[in-house]
């Protein structure tokens, strides 16, 4: 199985700026879209950016013109450049790959998340 690993979380000043990297290992399988997704304490997990492989890129209305997705050609790694952070912002940060496996059944894989504080 795939393994994703998000790095690049920390702490921040309102205003500053986080790159965060999500890196797949392991077993391969056919990626056809890779995402942020962010949970905040007592909500719900939310959608942040999707990237296809074409690269179509979607963002979420709260975070568009602030945040860029962006990826490597492979689909391997995706990366959320985040500037003008707000304390709205302060989240755990997990990357998803969605795809086929090689029999073209649907598979998702998550990463364990990366911590975002957002602070003065």
């Known amino acids: 199985q795939v393994q994703l690993v998000e790095s690049g979380g920390g702490m921040v000043q309102p205003g500053g700026s986080l790159r965060l990297s999500c890196a797949a290992s392991?077993?391969?399988?056919?990626?056809?879209?890779m995402g942020w997704y962010r949970q905040a304490p007592g909500k719900e997990r939310e959608w942040v950016a999707t990237?296809?492989?074409?690269?179509?890129?979607n963002y979420a209305d709260s975070v568009k013109g602030r945040f860029t997705i962006s990826r490597d050609y492979a689909m391997t790694t995706v990366y959320l450049q985040m500037y003008n952070l707000k304390p709205e912002d302060a989240a755990d940060y997990y990357c998803?790959?969605?795809?086929?496996?090689?029999?073209?059944?649907?598979?998702?894989?998550w990463g364990q998340g990366t911590l975002v504080t957002v602070s003065s």
């Open positions: 998803k790959a969605a795809g086929v496996d090689s029999s073209f059944r649907p598979l998702e894989v």
């Open positions: 392991g077993s391969p399988f056919s990626v056809n879209v």
């Open positions: 990237i296809t492989r074409g690269g179509s890129i």
